[in-house]
């Protein structure tokens, strides 16, 4: 491979989308951990208790070894969560795979995407997938749950006005839906509140009547946790889109949840900083739901994940009340520090209405790189190299195998792949964000010149203007769009 002279530049991508809450609260968070007693309507205890697609019952779990957590709901039930990340908070109708050496007898073993990598993963650990919901039998709504009734619409009308009451069937079609179209809810109403004062009115209302929420952001969530199962009220936060303050010292941003991730960027590049994370969704997924499913993206190698990078939230409980931890300060020692427990939670303990998060200065040189290797290993120990050697500008290593890029050649516009046509299973897209361009530049060059006489890399290419670096990261950005173009799949992502 020749090196091309590179071309640094800053990167802009184009956006890929446009377009119950209980109660209980930390105390109860706090209390005991009782068996589960399942209320058929809640999702987290759906989601936490529906048995795998066996039918038969858990197994007794090591709760230690697992990580439980327990979670507690506002009908004072206590809701046990058999879940290793966040995302089986909403992974009820989602299967996953549980890697976990010790642990072998959860679930039967299923069938991996291909038999070479169920050998390969086979042999470093001992595999399970479980699978919650699919298969399971319906869920049926709990009757102790309120209907919603002409009244109800009433007072809403009257804290919201009538902008903020939307029962247009062709409105509330839309938000009864993910965007891949997978789950579908039975909502007759859609809120949209423009404060967090009347976020905390219709919660306190919707607790005292006995009514289900589901909290929606920008609705790009791909495990249905933003659409409702049944007809609860959906309250989407995307009339609150304003920024409050910007600390150009610090770089320190203050804003409401609703505020689109996209827009956040622009603001915040227009001051010299970027916001920590970047995502495929970035158009349309708001703040508040990054934060709810503790999104990772493509900076998280850089930058970390949100728990780091969230300095403070505010927060509507079930009940109404509203919890301000809305603090800017990075280094709080001043005891707990509860916002964390709301990053990641998918709305299942409140709803996040305003957010402090700290946001990292821009780099003047961006350079990218597009690389193949002929296997995973090879993408394993490069990860390390890059790491090692490039150290401090290293922004961002995104893998992909040939079946991504493939989807991507197929269905997605005026994209191209940027090498030419042979057997490599497996690519990577390196980024490297830097002070000094020549220096940057020089670095990577030399990385992937090593890299190659190494043998863990096998052909590849530097872009050598924004085009190309556009065309690269669009083929990482669109793989889950693409996955549309053949009905749809659970992708992975960091
Ligand atoms: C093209 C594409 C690429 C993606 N790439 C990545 C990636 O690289 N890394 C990654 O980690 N994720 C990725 N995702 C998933 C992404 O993290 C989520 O789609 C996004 O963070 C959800 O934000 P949202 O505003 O759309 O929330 P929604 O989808 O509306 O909601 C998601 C969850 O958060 C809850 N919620 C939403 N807003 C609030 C609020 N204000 N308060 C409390 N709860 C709330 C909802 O109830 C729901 O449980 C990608 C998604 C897409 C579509």
């Not at 800053?10 to 399942?38: H, I, K, M, N, Y």
């Amino acid at each position: 491979m020749a090196l091309p002279s590179l071309l640094s530049h800053s990167r802009t991508r184009s956006s890929v989308l446009r377009e119950p809450l209980r109660q209980g609260g930390l105390r109860a968070l706090l209390a005991p951990w009782d068996p589960p007693s399942v209320h058929p309507h809640d999702r987290a205890a759906e989601r936490a208790c529906t048995p795998p697609s066996t039918g038969s019952s858990p197994p007794p779990l090591d709760w230690t070894r697992l990580g439980s957590r327990t979670i507690s709901s506002g009908a004072g039930m206590s809701l046990t969560q058999y879940g290793l990340t966040n995302h089986t908070l909403t992974s009820q109708r989602r299967s996953y795979w549980t890697l976990c050496p010790q642990h072998s007898s959860f679930g039967p073993p299923a069938e991996i995407a291909t038999k070479e990598a169920q050998h390969s993963v086979d042999d470093s650990f001992g595999v399970q997938q479980r699978t919650f919901g699919s298969a399971a039998e319906p869920i049926q709504r709990n009757p102790d749950y309120s209907v919603l009734n002409s009244d109800d619409v009433s007072y809403f009308k009257s804290i919201l006005g009538d902008n903020g009451v939307v029962q247009d069937k062709d409105r509330v079609a839309v938000a009864n839906v993910d965007w891949m179209g997978k789950y579908k809810g039975a909502s007759q109403l859609l809120l949209l509140p423009k404060s967090t004062n009347e976020v905390s009115k219709v919660l306190a209302y919707c607790d005292s009547r006995r009514l289900a929420v589901v909290p929606q952001g920008g609705n790009t969530g791909l495990v249905g946790g933003s659409v409702p199962v049944h007809d609860e009220v959906i309250v989407n936060l995307g009339g609150m889109d304003k920024i409050i303050s910007f600390d150009n010292v610090n770089g320190i941003l203050t804003c409401e949840a609703g505020c689109v991730l996209e827009n956040l960027s622009t603001f915040v590049e227009n001051e010299g900083f970027i916001m920590p994370l970047d995502l495929g969704a970035k158009g349309s997924c708001q703040i508040g739901g990054n934060i709810s499913t503790n999104a990772g993206g493509l900076r998280f190698i850089r930058y970390g994940s949100l728990h780091g990078n969230v300095l403070g939230l505010e927060v509507v409980l079930a009940n109404g009340t509203v919890l301000d931890m809305l603090t800017t300060l990075r280094k709080d020692n001043t005891g707990y520090d509860l916002k964390h427990l709301f990053v990641g939670s998918e709305g299942s303990l409140g709803i996040v209405t305003k957010v402090s998060i700290l946001t990292p200065a821009k780099l003047p040189s961006t350079n990218v790189a597009f690389l193949s290797c002929n296997d995973y290993m090879s993408c394993q120990k490069l990860l390390l190299a890059a790491r090692r050697s490039l150290g401090e500008i290293l922004s961002a290593f995104e893998f992909m195998d040939r079946q991504c890029i493939d989807l991507a050649m197929t269905h997605l516009e005026g994209v191209h792949n940027p090498l030419p046509v042979s057997p490599y299973k497996f690519y990577v897209l390196i980024e490297t964000t830097g002070s000094d361009e020549s220096y940057d530049k020089a670095k990577l060059e030399a990385f992937l010149l090593r890299s190659m006489e190494d043998g863990l890399v096998a052909d590849g290419v530097i872009a050598q203007d924004i085009s190309q670096a556009s065309n690269f990261w669009r083929i990482r950005e669109c793989s889950i769009e693409a996955t549309q173009g053949c009905g749809g799949a659970t992708s992975t992502y960091s």
